[in-house]
Each structure stands twice: as C-alpha cells, then as structure tokens.
C-alpha cells in the first residue's frame, strides 16, 4: 500500500509507528497510509521561519505572483491525473472533482494575477496618510507587513485541492512561508498536489512543507508571528481556540467552521419563472454536488407558504432521478461520503433532523450503483419539510454534512424570514431568489451581519452565476458566530490574514520616501 510521505525542512520523509489508512469510500479498499510518528515539528516549522519566510520576504509581490503562477500551471497540467485521485480517494465524481482541482488552479491564478498588479511592491501601505498634529509634516500611515512566522493550513476533507489553493494563494503572495496539514482521510489528492509542487522547484526553500498524517502535537511547536488558518468542523475549531500553544502568543488563528446556510425563495416568485428555475436549479446542485459535502451547501430552504407543495414536488423529482453511487462508474452523478464516521455523523442527523420534520423523499431503501454489496458510504439525498420552525431546534442547528436539506415554510414576509434564518447563529452564505427591489432591500439589511456573503438570484442573471455554493477568490469566504468568525479571500482582502497591520509615524518626507510612495 502506498505511504504517503511528509514534506519538512526540505525533504520528503515518513512517519513511523500506527499509521492511518486511507480508502476507497465508494468500495472500502485500503488505498494509502500516513503517519506522522516521529516528525519534528518543532525544527519543521522553525526552517520554514528561518528559511522560508526569509526567502518570501525578500521577493516582490510581482515574484511571488509567479510563483503562484507557476503552482496553478502545475496543478492544471495534471488535472486529468488528480481527477482520478479525487474519485478513488474523495468519493468525488468526475464533475465534483474537477470543482476542487479548478478551484485551486483558478484561486492560485487570480493571485498570481493581483500579484502582477502590485508590483514590485514586498508589503502594502493602506490608504491615505494622515496629518498628525498641526503641523502638515508630522505625519501617519499605516502598513501591512508580512509576518516573521509561518502559515498553518489545517484543511477539512472534502476540499483536499481548493483548500490548499485558497489558503496558499493569500499566504505566498503576503510573503508568509506555508506548512500544509491536510485532513488524513482525503490527503492522496493533496499529497499529489504537493509533490507536483515541489517537483515544480519554483518555491524557495522553506517556503512549503506538507504534513500528511495525524496532527499530532504540531500546535505545541507555534509561535507568537504565526498564523492558523484552520477549516473543519465547529467542534475541533473550538478545541483550536483554547490550545495552550495558541493561547500563549495570541497566534493569530482564522477559523472557518460549520454553517447552516440558506435559500429563501422570494414571495414575488411564481412556479415556472426564470427565478424559480434558478432557485431549484440551484438548490439541487448544492444538496448533491459533492455529496452535500460543501461547507457553503444550503441546509435550510425558505419557501413562501403558498409554494410549498411545488416547491417540494418538483425537488422530489429532481432529487429522485440522481443516480447514487460509485463515481468510476457511468452515469452516476452522486457518490459516497468521505468516510465511515462521517456515514455514521450524517445518519444520525438526518434522524435528529427527523424528529422535527417529515421526509419528502431520502428514507426509500437505495441500491449504490457500481458498488460491492454492503460496500461503501452512502446516504441517498434526503430531503425534508419541517412544518412547525417555531417549535424546531435542530434544523436551525445541527449542520447534516451530506445531501441534505429542509424546506421551512413561511408567511412571505421579509421580516419573518429574516428572524427564521438568523436562528442558524452566523452563516457562510445565504441566498435569495427574488426580482422585487423592496423584498431584496430588507434581506440585505436584514441578513447582512449573520452572514460572510449574500447571493442574490434573479430573472435578469439566471443563467450567468456559478450559484451561492462556489466561492470565488474575489468574494470574501467566512462567516460569523457558528461559521467560525473567519474571513478568507476578498481579492486583496485576503493578504491582511497574513499580514501585520503597523502604525508608522514620522516625518512626511522621510516616510514617503523609506515606504516609497509617489505624491
Ligand atoms: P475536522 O474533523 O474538524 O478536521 C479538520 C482538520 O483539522 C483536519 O485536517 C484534521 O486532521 C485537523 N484536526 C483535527 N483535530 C486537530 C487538532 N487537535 N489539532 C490540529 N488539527 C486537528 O473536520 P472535517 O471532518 O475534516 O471537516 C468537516 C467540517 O468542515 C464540516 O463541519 C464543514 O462544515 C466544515 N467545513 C467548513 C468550511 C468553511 O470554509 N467554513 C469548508 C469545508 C468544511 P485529521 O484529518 O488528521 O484528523
């Protein structure tokens, strides 16, 4: 079975001791192992502060723009290659996998695009200055400055190739060296993307290193510069928070976590219109694309009372006729979870969401297709209709990280809706499908601050978006409260994780001069 390989201090070595296995979640094969028995995380992360950070800090925006230039052409030369990991390892189909892969070449791409655009630029001077005093040459500006430490890039299973894009993309470019931990059981696709990075020899020494394996005590070795970018589940994101060794120097930590995002489908909306279309069509790419293992996926779904019954029809049928099963095989547009816990986590959901709710379709036995009898992670897309949300608890709690949804009715007005839908306590994303400005006006006010991004669907775009589930590099990705607080991407936006905000006060014009601004 092959072993996968760590990436530390310059060099590829191998964990000793009990190692994880990976597998085949559509069939159950043992694929890989890892390990990180025995790893030194402490001289790791210390070479990539020393050596790495070092090497990324001398460079210009420009330079480290091509790099991440070079990254994405990596990625995208092998693309066909890393298809077949994401199927045999993910569970992915051929169409879900593509969606990761691209994404980290797409993100890689954008950033090395702004990193053109900079410059030769090494750190960003914000804004205007300001005057200080009364005196016009006693003057204030403020910078972002790389920070002396590295990035931790705590990755969650089901994006093993954008999770790695997105977050190096910021980091390289904000001059900050990367120690990449992907999630173990989905780590064949990013350790193929490491090792093509590293073949690549484009990244200074230091600037990268890859931990495939448990994380052991790796959160022990932080230090004060460094910075956490973790993705995952609320519960390991909390544990993140009260790490001592994160705790001790204030290691800046950005956590993006569960949500319990939503669509709401507008009280202007009548069956059969462009904005109805858009909406099903959107909702039923979320709840099956990837298996329902996205982060952004709807799990909530906000229909006027008097759509309800067309609303759940036609998602029955739609959802009725995906083919469930091994993604190798033809015709299967729906594959398994990543692992057995998470089989396990999202049947015992869809029983607690159960409860509250009663099923529209999802609790007819299913045959996988493609599959070895008994084999396999799968869940059939279940679909819900919660008809008390007052009295309900987990619908407006309990993430289901699989092909799953609720639709919740209510009485069409704005106000309602909103209150329904910040019960979900801080979002990744909600969407609304609606072409009447006043009702548009109000879920802006009204969902803004429970949200990291809103999407609004409507007549005019319907058939122009990538939908509410694709975040873009140019958007900002986070949530607040149970979405974990964090913020990522937003074009320039995204450096500032990565970055040291400094006051500098002085002189105007040795300022000007020492931070090279042009007046
Ligand atoms: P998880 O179990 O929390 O694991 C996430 C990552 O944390 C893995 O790399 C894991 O490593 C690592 N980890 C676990 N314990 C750790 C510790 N004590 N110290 C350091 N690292 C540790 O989450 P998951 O099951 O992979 O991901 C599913 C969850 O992620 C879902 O709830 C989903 O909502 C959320 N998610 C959020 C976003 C977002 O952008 N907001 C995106 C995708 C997913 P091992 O795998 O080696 O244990």
Redesign the pocket.
């Known amino acids: 079975m092959e072993q996968l390989e760590s990436y530390v201090s310059g060099n590829w070595v191998k964990g000793s001791g009990k190692p994880?296995i990976l597998v085949n979640p559509a069939t159950e094969e043992h694929i890989a192992e890892a390990s990180t028995e025995g790893l030194d995380f402490g001289a790791a992360f210390q070479y990539a502060r020393d050596v790495g950070g070092k090497a990324l800090r001398a460079l210009s925006f420009a330079q480290r723009g091509e790099i991440l230039r070079a990254l994405s052409r990596a990625i995208h030369a092998k693309r066909d290659a890393l298809i077949e990991d994401g199927i045999a390892n993910g569970g992915n189909t051929r169409s879900d996998a593509k969606f990761d892969i691209d994404g980290a070449s797409g993100t890689l791409a954008y950033y090395a695009d702004l990193g053109k655009q900079l410059g030769d630029a090494k750190f960003l001077v914000e804004g205007d200055g300001i005057q200080l005093a009364r005196s016009p040459r006693w003057f204030g500006y403020h910078a972002l400055v790389p920070r002396h430490g590295l990035a931790l890039h705590?990755?969650?299973?089901?994006?093993p190739g954008w999770?790695i894009g997105e977050k190096m993309a910021c980091a390289i470019l904000a001059g900050m060296p990367v120690v990449v931990?992907?999630?173990?059981?989905t780590a064949v696709l990013a350790y193929r993307i490491a090792k093509l990075f590293v073949e690549a020899n484009v990244l200074p020494p230091g600037a990268f290193s890859f931990i495939a394996?448990?994380?052991g005590n790796?959160?022990d070795s932080l230090s004060e510069q460094d910075v956490v970018a973790?993705?995952?589940?609320?519960?390991?994101?909390a544990?993140?928070r009260t790490?001592a060794g994160i705790v001790r120097g204030s290691v800046r930590l950005n956590i993006?976590?569960?949500?319990l995002n939503s669509a709401t489908l507008g009280p202007d909306v009548s069956a059969g219109s462009d904005t109805y279309r858009m909406f099903l069509r959107e909702v039923m790419r979320d709840m099956t694309q990837k298996a329902g293992q996205?982060?952004t996926a709807t799990r909530r779904i906000f229909v006027p009372e008097g759509m309800v019954n067309d609303v759940r029809d036609e998602l029955a049928a739609m959802l009725r006729d995906v083919q469930v099963g091994n993604p190798a095989t033809d015709g299967v547009t729906v594959g398994p979870l990543a692992t057995a816990s998470?089989l396990r986590d999202i049947r015992a959901g869809i029983e607690l969401l159960a409860k509250e709710s009663t099923f529209v379709t999802g609790n007819q036995a299913f045959t996988p297709a493609g599959v070895p009898e008994g084999k396999g992670y799968f869940v059939a897309p279940t679909l819900l209709h919660c008809t008390d949300p007052d009295a309900a608890k987990a619908v407006h709690a309990h993430?289901v990280?699989g092909p799953c949804a609720t639709i919740v009715p209510y009485d069409g007005s704005s106000g309602r809706v909103v209150e329904l839908i910040a019960r979900g306590a801080g979002m990744?994303v909600g969407s609304v499908y609606s072409d009447d400005r006043a009702f548009v006006t109000d879920m802006v006010m009204g969902l803004a601050p429970y949200h990291g991004r809103l999407y609004f669907g409507s007549e005019k775009i319907a058939d122009q978006t990538a939908g509410p589930g694709t975040v873009l590099p140019q958007s900002i990705?986070?949530?607040p409260g149970r979405?974990?607080g964090?913020e990522e991407l937003g074009g320039q936006r995204g450096l500032a994780l990565y970055s040291h905000r400094v006051a500098i006060q002085g002189a105007r014009p040795i300022l000007d001069a020492v931070l090279e601004l042009k007046k």
Do not use: V, W, Y
């Open positions: 994880s705590i990755n969650a299973f089901n994006f999770g931990k992907p999630a173990t059981s394996g448990s994380p790796m959160l973790f993705t995952g589940s609320a519960d390991t994101g544990r993140l790490h993006e976590a569960d949500s996205k982060c998470q993430e990280f990744l990705h986070g949530g979405a974990g964090g």
